[in-house]
């Protein structure tokens, strides 16, 4: 599929033509849109004026089969045969498709159980081969697990919502929302116990800053003291080697004269 196609409405030439299409004419092009490739969603057709004309007529049987390709499956296309009118072989093929994106949308590993009875498929092979269908139409991604018998989805496309599903979509958005006003309490919370844990570790970074350089003080007085004591230790030292010398010095002096000039 090229970058055009995937990028242009595949929808919007059935929308224009419908523009004008009235009751039998409305019906012909709504049935041809159905059937139409690339066409998976039918909200803007469904909700047209004179579509929804279409509810109450001769073609009401056209209308109730667009609202199963709208909002339905496979399954509930099977449970209203009598009511509604016979799919073409395209008709067929995508609303199983719309029924795989159903099922992708609820769960993301679908058995090929769950799959053969939505599908009413009697064998692997042939389910195989339409799940690849899907995944080629690009409304899902993922792959075949064959060694568990299972689809696993990676991604699906949006369906068209019913205005009874409304409820519960906003109950699922609700609940969306709680878990992220949950989510976001426990990261500010986080927060705050990480604030509060900084600040106790910037205080002991201080305070053990401050014993270090109060150990430092005191090292440094230390050594100056004992530098003092060392310095005054050494004049002491000093003074009396002096003192020591000079007697020695005065002694020597006497004993070296001489005792005859003494007598005299």
Known sequence: MSSAEKTANPLEPFLLLLKD????????????????????????????????????????????????????????????????PDLTAAQLTKLRHLTVVSLATKTKCIPYSVLLDELAIDNVRNLEDLIIEVIYADIIHGKLDQKNQQLEVDYAIGRDIHDNALTEVVNVLQQWCNGCEGVLKSIEEQIIRANTFKEKQNQQQAALEDEVLNIKKTIKTTQQQDLDEAMVTDSRSDLTADKSSKKTTKTKGLRGSNPGKLWK
Do not use: C, R, W
């Not at 004419?25 to 690339?38: D, K, L, Y």
């Not at 909002?71 to 045969?81: F, I, L, P, R, V």
């Open 21 to 84: 299409a009235k009751q039998a004419g409305a019906a012909s092009i709504v049935t041809q849109a159905m059937g139409a490739p690339n066409v998976f969603v039918f909200g803007e057709i469904l909700h047209l004026p004179n579509v929804q004309e279409l509810a109450n007529g001769p073609h009401a049987a056209v209308f109730q089969l667009l609202n199963v390709f709208a909002y339905g499956t496979y399954k509930d296309y099977k449970a209203s045969t009598a009511q509604l």
